[in-house]
């Protein structure tokens, strides 16, 4: 089978061994946003409500400091719903109560109040949580390096994960296995599906159905590879 992998241009063929080249370079702040990341899937999970939720109390102390809290409205009967302080229609419905979000507040001031506004540092968080939990026979993501089974499946990460006004950077280049054990086989578009609002329970299930091979509608493929191979520019 043919590979294929987008990279940053690349002048010239290179041999690439995962065991010093892999996604683990990617996520070099991992450990920085650990105790953020911790802090909002437990609360998420524990009081089933929004990541994004959670995510916009920590950013907006960020940006706004001591001036933000004195603007959020009056709790009702002890509790605000999450529409009332971000107006937010898909916060419509949920619930949490003021002595859990002053908990909240103070946790965060304890981990360090820093802007958050790398996602997949979440996803990722979340799926390593789902494979040391169930999935076990599977290496942690941040050993492989990704590649894809076709010149479309490329595109469409480059369409979804590049930055935008940037996509000019991103190089397709054939991938040739030198070596190396058959590559896990996921349905990235299955990270596509879990919405903005999604509670820690909610974006869990879906990751779970990543590492049990489930595919979505519109399934494209992920060749998550170790060993050694070459990439081609084309």
Same mark, same amino acid.
């Given at each position: 089978?043919?590979?294929?992998?987008?990279?940053?241009?690349?002048?010239?063929?290179?041999?690439?061994?995962?065991?010093?080249?892999?996604?683990?370079?990617?996520?070099?702040?991992?450990?920085?946003?650990?105790?953020? !990341?911790?802090?909002?899937?437990?609360?998420?999970?524990?009081?089933?409500?929004?990541?994004?939720?959670?995510?916009?109390?920590?950013?907006?102390?960020?940006?706004?400091?001591?001036?933000?809290?004195?603007?959020?409205?009056?709790?009702?009967?002890?509790?605000?719903? !999450?529409?009332?302080?971000?107006?937010?229609?898909?916060?419509?419905?949920?619930?949490?109560?003021?002595?859990?979000?002053?908990?909240?507040?103070?946790?965060?001031?304890?981990?360090?109040?820093? *802007?958050?506004?790398?996602?997949?540092?979440?996803?990722?968080?979340?799926?390593?949580?789902?494979?040391?939990?169930?999935?076990?026979?599977?290496?942690?993501?941040?050993?492989?390096?990704?590649?894809?089974?076709?010149?479309?499946?490329?595109?469409?990460?480059?369409?979804?994960?590049?930055?935008?006004?940037?996509?000019?950077?991103?190089?397709? *280049?054939?991938?040739?296995?030198?070596?190396?054990? @058959?590559?896990?086989?996921?349905?990235?578009? !299955?990270?596509?599906?879990?919405?903005?609002?999604?509670?820690?329970?909610?974006?869990?299930?879906?990751?779970?159905?990543?590492?049990?091979?489930?595919?979505?509608?519109? @399934?494209?493929?992920?060749?998550?590879?170790?060993?050694?191979?070459?990439?081609?520019? !084309?």
């Amino acid at each position: 089978m043919t590979f294929y992998k987008v990279v940053y241009p690349l002048p010239s063929e290179v041999t690439i061994d995962t065991a010093i080249v892999n996604y683990s370079q990617t996520l070099c702040d991992k450990d920085n946003h650990e105790p953020l !990341l911790d802090l909002i899937t437990r609360y998420s999970n524990e009081l089933d409500l929004p990541l994004d939720f959670l995510f916009s109390i920590n950013n907006n102390l960020a940006w706004k400091g001591d001036e933000y809290l004195p603007t959020l409205p009056r709790s009702i009967d002890g509790q605000f719903e !999450l529409f009332a302080i971000t107006e937010n229609e898909n916060h419509r419905g949920y619930f949490i109560k003021e002595s859990y979000l002053i908990s909240f507040v103070e946790s965060l001031i304890e981990v360090g109040i820093e *802007v958050f506004d790398e996602g997949y540092y979440l996803w990722e968080y979340i799926c390593e949580m789902v494979r040391t939990t169930k999935h076990t026979d599977k290496p942690s993501r941040a050993e492989f390096f990704f590649l894809f089974g076709n010149l479309e499946d490329c595109q469409y990460y480059i369409d979804q994960r590049s930055i935008p006004g940037a996509t000019s950077v991103a190089q397709i *280049v054939s991938v040739e296995i030198i070596d190396g054990v @058959p590559p896990f086989k996921g349905d990235m578009s !299955l990270w596509d599906l879990i919405p903005n609002n999604a509670t820690f329970r909610q974006a869990a299930s879906m990751i779970d159905d990543y590492w049990s091979g489930r595919t979505s509608d519109k @399934p494209v493929y992920e060749y998550l590879f170790q060993g050694k191979c070459k990439l081609f520019p !084309l």
